[in-house]
């Protein structure tokens, strides 16, 4: 591992509280991962990627703004990543996984704020993620009230721009979502000073897609009864592609995909025939919230797939490429992005469709439906998806947690009690 600690000190990190982090996140990911039995070979990229999570990709994007490049951090998949990159910047992900964060969000924010929001905010203000170091401007959105104030707080000394989310799904609203979209395309040439032409935004919608046929290449090998990869792996694949790459993460996930599908043919599979397969819904998992698939998978069952942004989600859909003018291309991306169901549209039978679909499609045998606390919209949209589930016949299970351990006890209980209900 390469010693990146000159990098975070000219970066102004607090050194001394990032090394507490650095201690407790390789014990963390050895319990999780590491303990795990006949994982794919192919999995030791995202083992390298994780243990240098804040030194190899950082030192990346460090070395694309020394030769004149920008550099965005995004919160949000509604976020259209392909108008960055077609402006020869890159977009990254930002930290919010962990409760090594979240106090340092409460000193600015409520207590009763979803704990993503807390650790974002406390991951900057403590200095202790480079990515919210390195990146030039933020890209916020308006998917809830949390995040809306949490972004004047996080605006008050690095250039924000917001991207306004309609709550509908009407014709107007994808039109107004492509007017945003627009804007925002303005508002990236300016910040960069590179023009974003109809050629580099095919080449980047292409790009983006490449990833995203590279998840539902994964996704689709999940669907099989012998399952070659565990959820808690694939879970981490999708925290990673958040973050890495877009080129080198398609490169690596589609070589992982062609080891999977041999264990495919080969009857490998990381669990016992007649193991219980968990869809989980909800809401997002950041890197490094591993709890509830590392519950799951050490009390007898197994996740098969994730109806989350860090999921299907991300990758479902892709943008049409065979538009060859930017306005077409814009109103391309509007459509696309408007298709992902996310809690804070009224009305979301959609998403309640996705989940039975998914269901059906995975061969799930159960749903955790899962609610980081105090969020209020995938929590009262908990009723109606839990409703829809009991009428459709598919057992379901509500949780609510947060990123602390205390209540991982309870927990297993309530999961053990579930799959063994689902055994009898």
């Known amino acids: 591992m390469a010693d990146y600690r000159k990098m975070w000190e000219d970066l102004g990190m607090d050194l001394e509280t990032h090394d507490q982090l650095c201690a407790v996140l390789p ?128 605006g008050e000394d690095v250039p924000i721009h917001i991207m306004d989310l309609p709550q509908m799904k009407r014709a107007k609203d994808i039109k107004a979502w492509a007017e945003e979209i627009e804007t925002f395309k303005n508002a990236v040439e300016t910040f960069t000073g590179n023009q974003i032409t109809a050629e580099k935004l095919s080449e980047s919608i292409k790009l983006i897609n490449g990833k995203r046929r590279a998840l539902e290449r994964l996704y689709e090998l999940r669907k099989n009864e012998k399952l070659p990869i565990s959820g808690c792996d694939a879970l981490l694949i999708s925290q990673i592609a958040f973050y890495d790459d877009p080129g080198r993460f398609t490169k690596m996930t589609n070589a992982l995909c062609d080891e999977l599908e041999q264990r495919v043919k080969d009857g490998v599979s990381v669990v016992p025939a007649g193991t219980k397969r968990i869809l989980l819904t909800g809401t997002p998992l950041a890197i490094p919230n591993w709890k509830l698939h590392n519950i799951v998978e050490t009390s007898g069952g197994i996740v098969v797939c994730e109806e989350m942004c860090t999921g299907t989600r991300y990758f479902e859909h892709l943008v049409d490429e065979t538009k060859t003018e930017v306005p077409e291309q814009i109103e391309a991306l509007a459509e696309r992005y408007m298709n992902i169901n996310c809690a804070c549209f009224t009305p979301n039978t959609g998403r309640i469709d996705d989940i039975v679909r998914l269901a059906k499609e995975y061969k799930a045998d159960g749903i955790i439906d899962v609610n980081l606390k105090f969020c209020n919209l995938y929590d009262t949209e908990g009723y109606l998806v839990e409703r829809a589930l009991k009428d459709a016949g598919i057992p379901v299970l509500g949780i609510e947690t947060d990123y602390t351990d205390s209540d991982a006890q309870q927990l297993r209980t309530r999961v053990s009690a579930f799959i063994e209900m689902l055994n009898n």
């Open 27 to 154: 014990q963390a990911f050895g319990d999780v991962y590491l303990s795990q039995e006949n994982r794919p070979e192919g999995m030791d990229y995202y083992n390298m990627v994780v243990a240098d999570i804040h030194g190899i990709r950082p030192a990346e994007l460090i070395e694309h703004q020394k030769k004149g490049g920008k550099v965005f951090g995004t919160f949000c998949v509604y976020v259209p990543d392909e108008i960055v990159f077609a402006a020869d910047a890159i977009a990254t992900g930002l930290c919010g996984g962990s409760q090594f964060w979240v106090p340092g969000g409460e000193k600015v924010l409520p207590t009763n704020t979803c704990p993503l929001i807390k650790a974002s905010v406390g991951a900057r203000l403590d200095r202790t993620c480079p990515f919210f170091r390195i990146a030039d401007m933020y890209v916020g959105e308006t998917t809830c009230d949390g995040k809306k104030k949490a972004w004047e707080i996080l």
